[in-house]
């Protein structure tokens, strides 16, 4: 598929790794002008590394996308550096995998701040670009985003919101011809789900056994959910909005 993103610019949360990162990757080879974005400076070095950094179209701007300060400055300082913004790729989010019983308030804070308050403030502040772009947002649920998984309580209960949050915010925007819509990918090969089968007691076993549940046999890449999402945000997806578009395999298919 030829998609075509010069003259957009394209911001992506959680920029600097794993699905945000791939995506990073498929704007920038669709010509588009892309910030990326993460708490870690040298993860968003790195990340410019990876990505050819240098370019003029390309940028990694540091902030924490749970303190609605650094979402507004965030936004500002990427309309400041290229004038607009027409994609919003909220991608920055957490794992946990723990029983309700063992879940503490912190971690129960933590989870709900970065995947659902990150991408409702960060969505908040680039509203009025987005609006005048007649731009679009992508979120990064999860396939645990529409079903439940077991051990899986608040990273269940945050992404569920923002599934959510994506199909009521459609109907808000689509009156401003700004579409919403997201990606419910399954089990994905990134640093999060490194660090994941890191923590089993036999990573190998773990990983033959989440390969099996899966229709297609297998997990996915960080580049088959980004083919994705760059496909929602462009034109080809022009009466898309409140969809939760699975990229898992079939997981959820039954
Ligand atoms: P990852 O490789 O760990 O990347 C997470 C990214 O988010 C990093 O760039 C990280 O950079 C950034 N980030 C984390 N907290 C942040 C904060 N408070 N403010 C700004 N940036 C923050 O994870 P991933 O696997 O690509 O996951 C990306 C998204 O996909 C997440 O929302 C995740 O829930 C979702 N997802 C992943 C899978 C999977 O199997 N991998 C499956 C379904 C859904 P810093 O740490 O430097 O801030």
Known sequence: MQLDFSAKVVLISGGTSGIGLA???KFLAASATVVINGRD??????ALQELAGGSDHLAFIAGDVTRTDDCRALV??????FGRIDVLVNSAGEYLEKSLADTTEAEYDRIMSVNMKGAFFLTQAALSELKQT???IVNVSSDAGLNGNVLCTAYCASKGALTLFTKALSLELAPHGVRVNCVCPGDIETPMLARQVAETSDPEM??????????????GTAEEVASVIRFLASDSAAFVTGAAWSVDGGLTAG
């Open 206 to 219: 773990f990983r033959r056994q989440m390969s099996g549940i899966y229709p297609l046999g297998r997990i």
């Open 23 to 25: 995506t990073a990757k």
């Open 134 to 136: 007649c731009g679009n």
């Open 41 to 46: 400076m040298r993860r968003g070095e790195l």
């Open 76 to 81: 500002e300082r990427t309309c400041q550096q």
